[in-house]
Every structure is written in C-alpha cells, then in structure tokens.
C-alpha cells in the first residue's frame, strides 16, 4: 500500500485569501462610488431664497451651478472616476461642452448615473440650455 504525500504549494495559502478579499474590496467600492442614494441626498439650493426660479429667468447662478455641484459632482470633480471624459470645474467646463451635456441629461437620458432629475429639475435645464445657458 503506498501513501500519497501532497505537496506543500510553492505560494503561501494566506497570500492568495488576502489578495482574492481585496479584489472583492475594491470592487465593492466601486459599485457604491456612484449611488443614487448618494446623489439624492444633497438637493440644489438657491443662493437667494426670496427669488423664484423660473424657466423666464433660469441661469448658471440662480440654478445650473447647484444642480451640477450635487448632480455631477461625485463623478465629474477634477480627479474622480469620470473625470476623464468630462471634468466639471464651473460655468466655462458647461459652456465649452453645453450641447453634449444637454444630450446625455436631456435626450438621451443616460446622465446622471445612478441618479435622477425632478420633472422641475428637467424643465429648468431645459430652460437654460434653451436661453443659451446664461450666467448671471
């Protein structure tokens, strides 16, 4: 009768769980970077409480800066995961790039990731991209 001997592996066993626990880590993190939750929790707010935004007088300050801030943000900062295709950093990133933006929010419906605009939050940007989205 002969005995099986077994090997000892050539790579330490703990080595391979610590590894295959942070691959499964980092992709948790990854999938909860951007949530809707996360998106929904922040709400625009008007600089100036007395004045009524209005698709009349919807602009970059009174309206689009919070939106994009609590909106885009999470993503889009300077350095975050989507910063690559497109970096928001104020009403010049908005300008320069206005009709791709209006595209992906308001045609195609594929922005914000894991989140959603208001029906008053659609129309408004509507609005602004409309009336050539002013500033002030």
Partial sequence: MEILKFKKPSYDIRIGRQFRASLVLLGIAVLFSCTKKQAQEISPELPNETETVSVQNVTYINFA???????????????????????????????????????????????????????????????????????N
């Fill in 65 to 135: 800066k919070a939106l994009f801030e609590t909106k885009c943000n999470s993503c889009h900062a300077t350095g975050r995961s989507a910063s690559a295709r497109w970096t928001f950093n104020g009403f010049s990133s908005l300008k320069d790039h206005a009709a791709r933006i209006n595209n992906v929010v308001l045609v195609t419906k594929t922005m914000p990731i894991g989140s959603t605009l208001s029906a008053k939050e659609i129309e408004l940007l509507d609005a602004w991209f409309k009336r050539n989205t002013p500033e």
